[in-house]
């Protein structure tokens, strides 16, 4: 039987996500589509048989047509989305951030815990990324002695209305947390960020690009250029430093073509494109772990380590100081 899955926000990630269920991913299929704008919401069921369209979640729980909740709202809503799903007791795939700070999101875990298994997945696709898997491989498979440092490159062409200075590090910057933590198996310990010169392609009110510098546990260093509004099309890519030997990972590769005295190839234009593959194999893994009981990658904790780095990024970026980042003792569920 197919999982019926209610998708929560219909924007640009949530459209992409009913057509990957839709037409991708096997054992589930999209029952409701929930946005509080209705028009949206009927557009985005129009092509989809059988589903229905909402204006809030707690009406598409109660047409009893809901197995599991992919939550695609912007972050600052994914409390009370996430609550409300957890009561239900549903599987539940949460797009990053989990919440914008590490207060809320330990409610979230607060929340969880009361249930006694693990419910929440959090957009992290990069996990799912064949080579930033690889590179997670290499490091751990200790060839190349211990990893030293991540230069982190993280460009996209340009922001969407609305897009705050502090969004470069809740919604972008929030990624490279994810990665470090994933390809380091440790927590980061302090963030700071540095603002230089700035783009005057940049909209009012944001600082692009920034410089974010982290450190592991163990005191691996990481650089990251969070570049926003580029122009040139998107980029993600990262270049590890290992004791005897240097990995890169996501420049943009082949066909590259030399012709009448030119050398060129494709630069990818946004997430959709570099990440695709990534984000197939990120809700498959969700859906298969649902069908069990069980969560198919990273889990409310990353997202709660993820939230705290995110909140010590927003006031390193306002005070320019190395912030530290404690983070509360892992909950049982969570070893
Ligand atoms: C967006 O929300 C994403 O998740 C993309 O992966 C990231 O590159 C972009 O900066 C974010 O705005």
């Not at 039987?1 to 926000?9: F, M």
């Amino acid at each position: 039987d197919n999982l019926r899955v209610a998708v929560v926000g219909a924007g640009r990630m949530g459209a992409d996500h009913i057509e990957r269920i839709h037409s991708r991913i096997v054992g589930a299929r999209v029952s409701a589509v929930v946005d509080i704008d209705a028009e949206r919401a009927r557009s985005a069921v129009a092509q989809i048989p059988g589903a229905q369209a909402y204006s809030t979640p707690a009406e598409a729980y109660a047409s009893g047509t809901v197995d599991a909740v992919l939550l695609a709202t912007p972050g600052f809503l994914h409390e009370d989305a996430l609550l409300e799903a957890l009561e239900q007791d549903l599987p539940i795939l949460c797009e990053k951030p989990l919440t914008p700070d590490a207060e809320s999101s330990w409610r979230v875990i607060e929340a969880e815990q009361k249930l006694g298994r693990q419910r929440i997945q959090v957009g992290f696709m990069r996990r799912f990324d064949a080579d930033y898997a690889k590179l997670g491989k290499i490091i751990s498979g200790g060839d190349l002695g211990e990893l030293l440092m991540l230069h982190c490159r993280h460009r996209n062409p340009g922001t969407p209305e609305g897009f705050t200075n502090e969004m470069l590090i809740n919604d972008s910057v929030v990624h490279e947390f994810d990665v470090v933590r994933f390809l380091t198996g440790e927590e980061i310990t302090s963030v700071q960020v540095r603002l230089g010169k700035a783009s005057r392609n940049a909209p009012e009110g944001q600082h692009d690009p920034q410089q974010v510098l982290l450190e592991t546990a163990s005191g691996v260093l990481i650089d990251v250029e969070i570049f926003v509004n580029a122009q040139f099309g998107y980029e993600v890519a990262t270049q590890a430093s290992l004791e005897s030997g240097i990995v890169d990972i996501g420049a943009d590769h082949g066909p590259v073509t030399r012709t009448a005295g030119r050398v060129g190839g494709d630069v990818t234009p946004g997430f959709e494109e570099r990440f695709g593959d990534a984000y197939d194999r990120e809700i498959q893994s969700w859906i298969d772990a649902a069908r069990r009981g069980e969560v198919g990658g990273p889990n409310a904790w990353d997202g709660y380590a993820t939230a705290a780095c995110c909140e010590a990024g927003v006031r390193a970026q306002a005070s320019g100081e190395k912030v530290a980042i404690e983070l509360n003792e892992k909950p049982e569920l969570y070893r």
